[in-house]
């Protein structure tokens, strides 16, 4: 057991770049999730109720789809559709676009929750519509969802595993080619499965973080 781990050490390379892969991918999909979820946030709570209705049926029918799937559809399914994209940008566009949904209604969520006072002193102060959203709502709303955005962003370090299917050369995808070239399933997976362990410690440390600050400014 010793010398498989060994093996894995002397593979440490390998390792080490699928797990740059796997943060990169997992900060610009959060970045692009955040994005879309603070766009489609508004349109959830729109007073249009077509609007908001093909908004709300756009983010269920997201939720409803399995990732793995989803990325299938991305990668594969959209060339046939004329849409040709590489194995890096079909996997951002599918982290990107599968977690907006949930990035979204966590924030529309949140933004039902929020105290009336601030907002409705905002509009006194003449913010209306995008200006009023981004300058007060979206500040308030990112330190009250703080805990659950950051189990979002989890979620998308350990949705990331599945672009191995698409080649995507990310941390899974290392530690899959140590074991089929080496022979160390056990070692080269657990390996993998401590630097997961270890990516999501630091972002519930960083919401940790965001709590406290949280309070403070309560």
């Known amino acids: 057991m010793i010398r498989d781990f060994g093996i894995v050490w002397e593979e440490r390379g390998l390792l080490a770049q699928g797990l740059a892969n796997t943060v990169l991918l997992s900060i610009v999909g959060a970045l692009i999730a955040a994005a879309l979820g603070a766009l489609l946030a508004p349109v959830l709570a729109a007073r249009l109720p077509l609007l908001r209705k093909a908004a709300q049926a756009a983010v269920d029918a997201l939720r409803c789809v399995p990732f793995l799937l ?40 949140a933004w039902a929750a929020l105290p009336r006072e601030p907002i409705e002193a905002g509009h006194a102060f003449g913010l209306y519509g995008w200006r009023h ?25 350990k949705d990331s595993a599945f672009l191995t299917i698409i ?15 080496r022979y160390v399933p056990f070692a080269a997976f657990l390996s993998a499965v401590l630097l997961y362990w ?20 309560r």
């Open 198 to 217: 270890a990516l999501c410690l630091i972002v519930e440390a960083g919401v940790a973080r965001v709590g406290r600050l949280a309070e403070a400014r």
């Open 133 to 157: 959203f981004r300058r007060l709502v979206l500040p308030l709303l990112l330190l009250a969802a703080g805990p659950v955005l950051g189990n979002q962003v989890i979620q998308i370090i």
């Open 167 to 181: 080649a995507l050369p990310e941390l899974t995808h290392a530690a899959s080619s140590i074991q089929s070239r």
């Open 70 to 109: 989803f990325a299938y559809l991305v990668y594969y399914g959209l060339p046939s559709l004329g849409v040709s994209l590489d194995n890096w940008s079909s996997g951002l566009a599918a982290l990107g676009l599968y977690h907006a949904a949930y990035m979204a209604e966590i924030l529309r969520g």
